[in-house]
Nanobody, 122 residues
Framework: QVQLVESGGGLVQAGGSLRLSCAAS?????MGWFRQAPGKEREFVAA????????AYADSVKGRFTISRDNAKNTVYLQMNSLKPDDTAVYYC??????????????????WGQGTQVTVSS
């Protein structure tokens, strides 16, 4: 079993930055961030391999967002820079448990955090 607790969301002006954190208990080999805006499907944002540090990003956030992990703290981060109003959504941390491969679809992930709201004002 994996439990995930997110933090770090909030309200920020366009062009600003936020850092989301996801503290994990239990073994996770691949983790990701997803987001869901009102009336839209949950979409992939970024993923990281716990063991290799390999990362992947959605095209919409490449060059602006950075996913990273701190093995000692068992925590994954999502640094979000140059935020846009279109980034407004509930952001979810997710884990694939003992699966190593990065996942790009919500259906690839078995464990989810409770979500944290990110609102970017124009």
């Amino acid at each position: 079993q994996v439990q995930l607790v997110e933090s770090g969301g909030g309200l920020v002006q366009a062009g600003g930055s936020l850092r989301l954190s996801c503290a994990a208990s239990g073994r996770s080999y691949a983790m990701g961030w997803f987001r869901q805006a009102p009336g839209k499907e949950r979409e992939f944002v970024a993923a990281v391999s716990w063991s290799t540090g390999n990362t992947a990003y959605a095209d919409s956030v490449k060059g602006r967002f950075t996913i990273s992990r701190d093995n000692a703290k068992n925590t994954v981060y999502l640094q979000m820079n140059s935020l846009k109003p279109d980034d407004t959504a509930v952001y979810y941390c997710a884990s694939r448990g003992r699966i190593y491969d990065l996942g790009f679809s919500a259906s690839n992930y078995a464990y989810w955090g409770q979500g944290t709201q990110v609102t970017v004002s124009s």
